[in-house]
């Protein structure tokens, strides 16, 4: 297959926002380009370089971290406590970075790989095993996003896929970032992954979330068509998994040769009564 981008005509590097306004109709945003340069987009006649925007990959703010779109894989995995930040100031003490590097390995992508995608082209892509896009929605994050127009809006991540490869992006809209909030990042987590081949493609990942105030929230992807949510007040016992996992619409459970919607379904019973359990233990 040909996969060469031969109906591009231009590269934009963008240099400050007034860039992204060509962003639309026969353009799309470049940053990895790890999807966009893997199958013909014959449609494509515009690229528009966001690397060139020079952001800042990770930021600590007051409430805080901010992920921006274009931070590598690489960049994100190595987020963790007692890190330096490339700056004098080092990482406090965050468990739920945990996630980053363990969604990263889900990909199974290769270091390569690691080094050139980014953040915001695993959450644009909306993919069902998204699994980076799976860990930024269990630590409760929020979408940065510029409109064409001008000014931002913001998306909490656990809305923003409304499918598989589709979300609430909005034509010609660029994601600027990710906000993490500290009540995540100080949260303890737990991650189960599991796939129908030892390299294959996630069937099912489950990552868990315990707050310092005790109050849990359990994350599905790959095995549902969207990132999905449950929310407890406390670390649920076996049998309120159970309760949340079967008030899940059968339609949300994916099907593609990566897994049938009921191994899909109960795999995820079993990988979320891990989690649980995990929290439970967790001090």
Sequence with gaps: MNVDLDTVSEVVLARERADLAQVGVGSAVLAGGTFLFSEPHDHLHRLIDITTLG???????ARGLEIAATCTLAEFAGARP????????????????????????????????????????NVCLSLPAGAVLGALVALDATAVIW???GGERRISLRDFVTGPGENLLGSGAVVRSFLVPTSSLVARTSFRKIALAPLGRSGSVVMGRRAVDDRCAITITAATVRPIV?????????SEVNDALADIPGEVWFDDPHGAPDWREHVTGLLAAEV????????
């Design 55 to 61: 952001w800042a990959p990770l930021t600590e703010t």
């Design 82 to 121: 007692g890190r330096e930040l490339g700056t004098s100031t080092l990482w406090p003490q965050w468990p739920g970075t945990a996630l980053f590097a363990e969604s990263c390995r889900a990909l199974l992508a290769s270091h390569k790989i690691w080094r050139t995608a980014t953040v915001g082209g």
């Design 147 to 149: 409109p064409r127009g």
């Design 230 to 238: 449950l929310d407890f007040d406390s670390v649920p016992l076996p």
């Design 276 to 283: 649980a359990a995990e929290l439970r233990q967790a001090s």
